[in-house]
Nanobody, 117 residues
Framework: QVQLVESGGGLVQAGGSLRLSCAAS????????MGWYHQAPGKQRELVAT???????NYADSVKGRFTISRDNAKNTVYLQMDSLKPEDTAVYYC???????????WGQGTQVTVSS
């Protein structure tokens, strides 16, 4: 089992910045990916960005150039620096951990990000 604890959501004006953090604990082993997905009301959960413990990153086109994902493997923590935020970024952001070989997947409880225009 893997437990994920998120922090850093909140309310910000358009053009502003927020930083999300997610700390993982439990059975952290093997090649894995940590990252963020978001879900707006009435919409499906969508990829924002992921990073493997080897440092490979993947971003949604909508956030490229604005968001930066990073990871501290020693702390089993992933960060999402969100700059130039837009109202359409408003959503609940969920931390995700996935073990690559087995595809075991775990989710955090979600943190609300609201961007006002």
């Amino acid at each position: 089992q893997v437990q994920l604890v998120e922090s850093g959501g909140g309310l910000v004006q358009a053009g502003g910045s927020l930083r999300l953090s997610c700390a993982a604990s439990g059975s952290i082993f093997g090649v894995n990916s940590m990252g963020w997905y978001h879900q707006a009301p009435g919409k499906q959960r969508e990829l924002v960005a992921t990073i493997t413990n080897g440092g490979r990153t993947n971003y949604a086109d909508s956030v490229k150039g604005r968001f930066t994902i990073s990871r501290d493997n020693a702390k089993n923590t992933v960060y999402l620096q969100m700059d130039s935020l837009k109202p359409e970024d408003t959503a609940v952001y969920y931390c995700n951990f996935r073990r690559i070989v087995t595809s075991d997947t775990y989710w955090g409880q979600g943190t609300q990000v609201t961007v006002s225009s």
